[in-house]
C-alpha cells in the first residue's frame, strides 16, 4: 500500500478482555514504532523495532502491553486485561532507515475505548 | 535523556497573520528536528524537517530555523490559511535513538 495501514480503525473493548492492534508498515521500511496518544495530548512512545535487532520496549506502560513483528513487515500490539486508562489512540509509524534519523509515516490509529 | 518543551500549547492567529511555534531540547547531541502536522482523526504528517548542520530551511510559507547554542527551534508559518488549523508536533533526536516529541500546538486560523 501506498502509505501506512493500521486495524481496526476503532475497537470498543469491555474491561478484563486482550485486545490485538495490527500495523502494516511501508514496504522497505525497516524500523517501526507504536505510540499512544491520550485524548489532547502528545505523543508516548511504547516500542520501537529495527530490522532482525532486538526490539527498543523501553516506553511499554506495563507488562500488560507486548509487541511483535513479524518477518520484519507487520507488526502487531496485545494489551491483555485492558483497563480503562488504556483508552486512547496507538498510533504506527515506519521511517526507512534507522532511529530518528529519517521521517517517519504514521498511519492514521486505532482508537481505543474501554468500557 | 532528550527533553522537548513546545510553546504555546494553543495558538489562535487570524487569517493571513503569521504564526510561531518554538521548542527546547535538552540533549545537544541531538541532530535531527521534524515538525508534524496533526489534522483531526489522523494521523501525524511531516511538514517540514531540519538538521544540525543547517541554521534554516524554507519550504513555501513554512520555515524552521534552529539554534544549536540556545538549543531551540522555531517554526515559522505565514500567511496563514483556515486549513493550517491543527495540532503541531516538534520533535528531537540524538543520534541512534527514537524521537522525543514536544506536547504540541493547537493552532487555530481565524477566518
Known amino acids: 500500500g501506498a502509505g501506512v495501514s493500521q486495524s481496526p480503525s476503532n475497537k470498543v473493548t469491555e474491561k478484563g478482555k486482550d485486545v490485538e492492534l495490527r500495523c502494516d508498515p511501508i514496504?522497505?521500511?525497516?524500523?517501526l514504532y507504536w505510540y499512544r496518544q491520550s485524548l489532547g495530548q502528545g505523543l508516548e512512545f511504547l516500542i520501537y523495532f529495527q530490522g532482525n535487532s532486538a526490539p527498543d520496549k523501553s516506553g511499554l506502560p506495563s507488562d500488560r502491553f507486548s509487541a511483535e513483528r513479524t518477518g520484519g513487515s507487520v507488526s502487531t500490539l496485545t494489551i491483555q486485561r485492558t483497563q480503562q486508562e488504556d483508552s486512547a489512540v496507538y498510533l504506527c509509524a515506519s521511517s526507512f532507515s534507522g532511529r530518528g534519523d529519517t521521517e517517519a509515516f504514521f498511519g492514521q490509529g486505532t482508537r481505543l475505548t474501554v468500557v | 535523556g532528550e527533553n522537548v518543551e513546545q510553546h504555546p500549547s494553543t495558538l489562535s492567529v487570524q487569517e493571513g497573520d503569521s504564526a510561531v511555534i518554538k521548542c527546547t531540547y535538552s540533549d545537544s547531541a541531538s541532530n535531527y528536528f521534524p515538525w508534524y502536522k496533526q489534522e483531526l482523526g489522523k494521523g501525524p504528517q511531516l511538514i517540514i524537517d531540519i538538521r544540525s548542520n543547517v541554521g534554516e530551511k524554507k519550504d513555501q510559507r513554512i520555515a524552521v530555523t534552529l539554534n544549536k547554542t540556545a538549543k531551540h527551534f522555531s517554526l515559522h508559518i505565514t500567511e496563514t490559511q483556515p486549513e493550517d488549523s491543527a495540532v503541531y508536533f516538534c520533535?528531537?533526536?540524538?543520534?541512534?535513538?527514537?524521537?522525543?516529541f514536544g506536547p504540541g500546538t493547537r493552532l487555530s486560523v481565524l477566518p
Open positions: 520533535a528531537a533526536s540524538p543520534p541512534g535513538q527514537n524521537f522525543v
Open positions: 514496504s522497505g521500511h525497516t524500523a
